[in-house]
């Protein structure tokens, strides 16, 4: 029997669980459906490079702010 136990963090001051195995913010964005090539993300008030998606683990009680680029004239 397998169990999987879910971590709470939040995302734009809401709160989310997300499963407790390693989950990456790479895969947070993409659970989230979030268009990757619009997206900047800071972790706990600390802005994350795009190239450090993939590697950077989320942890509970993690702080995730999500900002979309808005084109207009």
Known sequence: MTTTTAIQ?????????IPADDTTLSAL??????????TAVALNDEIVARSAWD?????????IALFQAIAGG
């Open 29 to 38: 964005l993409t659970q989230l459906a979030m268009p990757l090539d619009a």
């Open 9 to 17: 963090i939040r995302v734009n001051d809401k709160p989310v669980e």
């Open 55 to 63: 590697a950077t683990v989320l942890s509970a009680g993690d702080r």
